[in-house]
């Protein structure tokens, strides 16, 4: 049956388990499309690595010719940068791309990947100004909490306090942990925002990011909690599997070479240590497609939820026996 939020009145909030629930339908019904964007995405990601190596081979060539020049430094850390953020951007563009596949389900207004990627790519410099700003945000805040910390270290000088001091600093180190699962829940859904409404400037999309989770942090801390645990087993058996590979590789080359040859540079040994680390990467980023559509999908939940009850949209959950 269909999860109807009321007719008429405040709408109730979906509770914990049908935000994860609907999360996790939609996912397991798209995980094939879904998966092939978070792919896609991680493997934008591999960009800023790749270029590390021509970019050490200019550098190196710029001292190797004694042209320490401080231009050669700076073209080539600029593109470096450039790089870097285009690929996030591209990262953050397939992602978004998830979540509004997730939501137009969730609204009964599906839509192919085409057609959605056409209207998200083109915001992909949003994207990376919207995660700047948060890091902003979240330095300003960092500072402000190292400086509370400092403070309170001072207290150790006033001697009725000695004995209680590890007491607050304990006090302390929660209250610290509590906020920034607090304001993480603030800014949760500032990506979606830009994937599915349009015309929003960073400011604006952390702005009402903070404005439509008003008063259900908490909510979507213990949703973020759940989400987390819920990939864990998958995770958990993949790393057993994978060092288990890992193991049965290198064991018998230790074994049979022994750490001193391969440090000296055996060509077999080095071979298959890069060929392990290539596992490790593959494995990584496999992993990493298959839980991300997974949290997307919860973020799309979650939008839907907070604008379905604080704007008044009067939408319904699809049928999906949540």
Do not use: C
């Amino acid at each position: 049956m269909s999860e109807n939020f009321g007719s008429s009145g405040q709408i109730q909030p979906l509770s914990l388990g049908n935000v994860v629930t609907a999360g996790f339908r939609i996912y397991r019904s798209h995980l094939k499309s879904y998966f092939s964007l978070a792919l896609i995405g991680y493997l934008w990601s591999l960009l800023p690595f790749l270029l590390l190596i021509p970019a050490v081979i200019a550098l190196s060539w710029n001292l190797r010719f004694n042209n320490n020049s401080f231009l050669v430094w700076l073209i080539v850390v600029l593109i470096e940068l450039f790089v870097y953020f285009y690929a996030l951007g591209k990262f953050l563009v397939n992602a978004a791309i998830i979540s509004r596949l997730a939501f137009g389900e969730l609204v009964n207004q599906p839509e192919t990947v085409n057609t959605a990627r056409s209207k998200v790519k083109s915001r992909l410099w949003m994207f990376v100004l919207t995660v700047l700003l948060l890091l902003v945000i979240s330095f300003a805040l960092l500072l402000f909490f190292l400086i509370s910390l400092s403070l309170l270290q001072t207290l150790q000088w006033i001697n009725p306090l000695n004995l209680i001091l590890p007491l607050l600093n304990f006090v302390a180190f929660f209250i610290v942990l509590a906020a920034v699962f607090w304001f993480a829940a603030r800014f949760f859904i500032a990506d979606v925002l830009i994937g599915i409404e349009t015309h929003l400037a960073p400011i604006t999309a952390v702005s009402r990011s903070w404005e439509l989770s008003k008063g259900n942090a908490l909510r979507i801390v213990l949703i973020m909690f759940v989400s987390l645990l819920i990939p864990m087993p998958i995770q958990i058996v993949i790393q057993l599997i994978v060092k288990g590979i890992i193991q049965a590789l290198i064991q018998p080359v230790l074994i049979q070479q022994g750490i001193p040859n391969i440090i000296n540079g055996s060509t077999n040994a080095i071979f298959l240590v890069a060929m392990v680390y290539l596992l490790i990467l593959v494995t990584l980023f496999l992993v990493s497609a298959v839980i991300l559509p997974f949290w997307q999908a919860i973020k799309a939940v979650i939008y839907y939820d907070l604008r379905s009850r604080r704007e008044g949209l009067g939408l319904q959950l699809r049928d999906r026996e949540i």
